[in-house]
């Protein structure tokens, strides 16, 4: 199963600069650690060391919150978008 | 209901002609109230044109002074009012702007001891600050008001716009994310730079919700994150759900009363504003000793963790390796424990990390510039370029 996930600008130093990339997985945990296994400095940046999503990290399939889906066991189809949503918090200075 | 007088009916009149908008419109954006936290790259479009559309009573939060470097974004200010107090600036130029409404300024940091005093007079909270803590505590505050919180936020090419209102059954910020990252996680405009646009984009995107639930016309951003992408120029819309859960907006709240929010960002006293007062530390060193050491035959070695765009704007007059800190985990083994090593960057933040990373490592003979480039420009060569 071939999906598209997009990297936020805020990590894509971690991704050698690629906005977005296309992946084989079934399920948003896989898609995720396999993004990991090529590129592990994003790691730190999505996973508490309990293997937990970071609280400040959000990930969407499609424009639905996995969080309201099955988690990171949420199926992904052929040609669906995940998005990596983090917290942002720039504006003022 | 506030009545238009002839000058502001010739002033308006592109609204009143507007169907939808009307002299109902016009006249309550005059009755209506914002308080924009926050007068910098998202305030300064929302200060502009919340005032040109007749926003009867504008306040200003914002505690800073106008720098030079704001001017690239913060276009209420200008160069004639640099170095003066932020709420000041933008003042002079909205009564300039529109002399019909009402401007109030509040020249303080927003802190959970005023946050809601100061919000209590107005009909909507715009959120457009620059930090973790301070969104934390505008969102708190908002919903125990049951007032809406207009929210903007921006990184680099990318903003983030959606309305939180959960007394209208929308979500808080805290359905959208629940815990800040830690300190460092995530770098700010200042270390991570900021399209000067961009902040003029997602500012009048906020602008154009607040005129939204001012005069009730239209449909709002509750329940809807509009995420904007300079670079690929992309609008894309996700949803948000309230969170039934939500510590503070949620069902059986925990949070009723504001807390410390720098606490709960887990940023340490003594870390935010004191720096000096870490300086008896022995892995910290002032520029000042710094320059002192690079005179000695058996100087250190000077890593610098900054990124290599950084160190083409301004750079110490040695540099002998450059590892950004993001890298630094995995370069570790390129760097001597033996030898002794400054560390620096550009305000002495992330070499504070590259330090505390080392020292982890097993590192000793290591010390971190204090207050990076900025502070060598300030007390050592005043011709260095600070950016």
Redesign the interface.
Known sequence: MAVTISIPTALRQYTANNASMSLEADTVGNLLHGLIELHPDLGQHLFEEQGKLRSFVNVYVGDEDIRYLDGLDTPLKDGELVSIIPAIAGGQG | MAMLNNAEISRYSRHLILPEFGMEGQRKLKQGSVLLI??????SPLALYLAAAGVGHIGLV?F?VVDESNLQRQIVHGTSTIGIAKTESAKRRLHDLNPHIEITTYETQITAANALDLMRPYDVIV??????PT?YLTNDAAVMLGKPNVY???????G?VTVFHPAAGGPCYRC??????PPG??????E?G?LGVL?GI?GTMQATEVIKLITGIGETLIGR?V?Y?A??MRF??????RNPDCPVCGNNPTITELIDYEAFCGIMPTQSKTQEKAMNTPFEITPKEVAMLLEQPNRPFILDVRNQYEAEIATLPVTDKLIPV??LH?RINELDPQVEMIVYCRSGGRSARAVEMLRAAGFTKIKNMVGGTLRWADEVDQTMAKY
């Open positions: 926050g007068t910098g790259g998202l305030g914002d800073d959120d457009g600050t620059d930090n973790f969104r903007g936020s921006i990184f680099r090419f990318e983030q959208l994310y629940p815990a800040p990252p996680l995530v770098p700010s405009c200042a991570g900021v902040p997602v994150l995420l992408d670079l690929s894309r819309e996700l949803k948000l759900r993001d890298e995995r």
